[in-house]
Nanobody, 117 residues
């Protein structure tokens, strides 16, 4: 069983940046493709970005060129660098395995990102 703890969220103005971190409870996470997901108010959780075990990345169209996902297996961590933030990026951000490839582990508490002026 793997548990995830997300951090790094906060309140930011449009155009600002945040770096989210996800710490896994065990190093076996290095064997999984990972994903960042977000849930906007009143909406379902959606995929934002994925990174494979070999550092291949994919992004949904509305974050391409603004967000960068990375991982550090030695630190049991996955990161999401978010630049040029927009109000529509507001939501709770979660990490978990890539749901297209793996059965998810329990979801963590997520970290709140609020983009407003």
């Amino acid at each position: 069983q793997v548990q995830f703890v997300e951090s790094g969220g906060g309140d930011v103005q449009p155009g600002g940046s945040l770096r989210l971190s996800c710490l896994a409870s065990t190093s076996i996470f290095s064997g999984f493709a990972m994903g960042w997901y977000r849930q906007a108010p009143g909406k379902q959780r959606e995929l934002v970005a994925t990174i494979t075990q070999h550092d291949n990345t994919n992004y949904v169209d509305n974050v391409k060129g603004r967000f960068t996902v990375s991982r550090d297996n030695a630190k049991k961590s996955v990161y999401l660098q978010m630049n040029s933030l927009k109000p529509e990026d507001t939501g709770v951000y979660y990490c978990n395995v890539d749901l297209e490839r793996h059965v998810p582990f329990p979801w963590g508490q997520g970290t709140q990102v609020t983009v407003s002026s």
